[in-house]
């Protein structure tokens, strides 16, 4: 499949700051791009998401931005809390439109 | 969303032996997905659940080891054949409905 790179691999801050977290894509016909939070013995759950034809979306403390022309995109957690933490992945939709490509997570720890 | 189950949740079983598990949708979808999460990796999609035809398997998954059934719209289930420990992982159930994405609780497989 396309090769979905995601950074940091591994992120730690502290309670209330801001963390962010990136992916690039190779397939420029990706149009769709979730974000999963898996927290430890549980399913991905999916936090938020975006198409193609949006820059930005926000839902309470969490926001993603997408470009396209440079083919990257970003999760954005503002105040972060203990509960945030988690290993987050980032996903590319592949041409058949339905499956999806994930990058290889990013654990996120915050510290009280 | 829809409510996704699995059956396992988790299971140990010994090498040479084979398991099936069940995925059990509350509703009707059409696409429904096979994954495996390899311990401490990321998603890696085995095959595309078909309802009423042979699943659509991705490069380095075959049948005979990972053979799947689809029998309606809200069931389906992986076998994994003949274990061995590498195939120590979770397995992850997907349905995508209105192009978004969404997984089961995952069953946790551990080959001795």
């Known amino acids: 499949g396309e090769n979905v790179e995601q950074h940091p691999s591994t992120l730690s801050v502290q309670e209330g700051d801001s963390a962010v977290i990136k992916c690039t894509y190779s397939?420029?016909?990706?149009?769709?791009f979730p974000w999963y939070k898996q927290e430890l013995g549980k399913g991905p759950q999916l936090i938020i998401d975006?198409?193609?034809?949006?820059g930005e979306k926000k839902d309470q403390r969490i926001a993603v931005t997408l470009n396209k022309t440079a083919k990257h995109f970003s999760l954005h957690i503002t105040e972060t809390q203990p509960e945030d933490s988690a290993v987050y992945f980032c996903?590319?939709?592949?041409?058949?439109?339905?499956?999806?490509?994930f990058g290889k997570g990013t654990s996120l720890l915050v510290t009280p | 969303s829809a409510v996704i189950s699995q059956k396992p949740s988790r299971d140990i079983c010994q090498r040479g032996t084979s398991l099936t598990i069940q995925c059990q949708v509350d509703?009707?979808?059409?696409?429904m997905f096979w994954y495996r999460q390899q311990p401490g990796q990321s998603l890696t999609l085995i095959a595309t659940?078909?309802?009423?035809?042979?699943?659509?398997?991705e490069s380095g998954f075959v049948i005979d080891k990972f053979p799947i059934s689809r029998p309606n719209l809200t069931f389906s289930t992986l076998t994994v054949s003949n274990m061995s420990p590498e195939d120590s992982s979770i397995y992850l159930c997907?349905?995508?409905?209105?192009?978004?994405?969404?997984f089961g609780p995952g069953t946790r497989l551990l080959v001795l």
């Open positions: 975006i198409r193609s034809n949006v």
């Open positions: 996903a590319a939709s592949r041409p058949d439109g339905y499956a999806l490509n």
């Open positions: 509703s009707q979808v059409t696409m």
């Open positions: 397939d420029s016909a990706s149009n769709y």
């Open positions: 659940a078909n309802q009423g035809s042979e699943a659509t398997y």
């Open positions: 997907s349905i995508s409905g209105s192009g978004t994405q969404y």
